[in-house]
């Protein structure tokens, strides 16, 4: 089965640096996704990596090892906009077959002045 | 351009009732799936339309449960006998069928079932 892991909650400054990780175990594997989502709103794109290593996208970061089955999203420059929930997701078919995402069940970051 | 629209935004039935969820995803995405999101959860799937036919629906949770496309573009989501345990909120995606298949998502259906 699909097993997607990421920490429940996390808490930094604003200004600071965070790494938010996720581990996965799935069935196959075409590609890794984050998404940002804040409360009672639509998840929405952040990042996306399909080979090994650091994607970057302004202030945001999104590693991948499929080797060890790990991704991590880093947020620099921290600001008290981006508290919210960030979404590992997993596209765990490859081909032109389904594109469905597992997602895990998402961390919650608080950014505190 | 306009994003993915869903509605209705909140919807309160009662156990039993039959209620249908709307999905107008973005012009020209061939592509359309349904997820479904509990509090405190990532968004689970449910079904995949590719065109107009369900490519894959190993999500839905039992047959009560059934959406349809029938012109390839709004898809309705649709469940019978409704259960308070089917009270979440229903997220559409759309994307295209390229290599990355980026998924834009709409707003939700919030789905209380009293």
């Known amino acids: 089965g699909q097993n997607i892991d990421q920490p429940t909650e996390m808490t930094a400054t604003e200004g600071a640096i965070v790494q938010i990780n996720c581990t996965y175990q799935?069935?196959?594997?075409?590609?890794l996704f984050w998404y940002q989502q804040h409360a009672g709103e639509a998840p929405t794109f952040l990042s996306y990596?399909?080979?090994?290593g650091l994607e970057e996208k302004g202030r945001f970061s999104s590693f991948l090892s499929r080797s060890k089955g790990y991704s991590y999203l880093l947020l620099k420059e921290l600001q008290m906009k981006d508290s919210a929930s960030y979404l590992c997701?997993?596209?765990?078919?490859?081909?032109?077959?389904?594109?469905?995402?597992?997602f895990g069940k998402g961390t919650k970051l608080s950014v505190i002045p | 351009g306009a994003g993915v629209s869903q509605t209705p935004s909140n919807k309160v039935t009662e156990k039993g009732k039959y209620v249908e969820l709307r999905c107008d995803p973005i012009?020209?995405?061939?592509?359309l799936y349904w997820y479904r999101q509990s509090l405190g959860q990532g968004p689970e799937f449910l079904i995949y339309?590719?065109?107009?036919?369900?490519?894959?629906d190993s999500g839905l949770p039992n047959d009560r449960f059934f959406a349809v496309r029938p012109e390839g573009s709004v898809s309705t989501l649709k469940i019978q006998r409704t259960e308070r345990g089917d009270s979440a909120v229903y997220l559409c995606?759309?994307?295209?069928?390229?290599?990355?298949?980026?998924?834009?998502f709409g707003p939700g259906t919030r789905l209380t079932v009293l």
């Open positions: 995606a759309s994307s295209l069928m390229d290599p990355r298949g980026e998924q834009f």
């Open positions: 799935t069935s196959g594997f075409n590609g």
């Open positions: 990596n399909v080979l090994d």
């Open positions: 997701a997993v596209r765990d078919r490859p081909g032109a077959g389904s594109y469905q995402l597992t």
């Open positions: 012009s020209g995405h061939t592509a």
């Open positions: 339309f590719q065109g107009t036919g369900a490519a894959d």
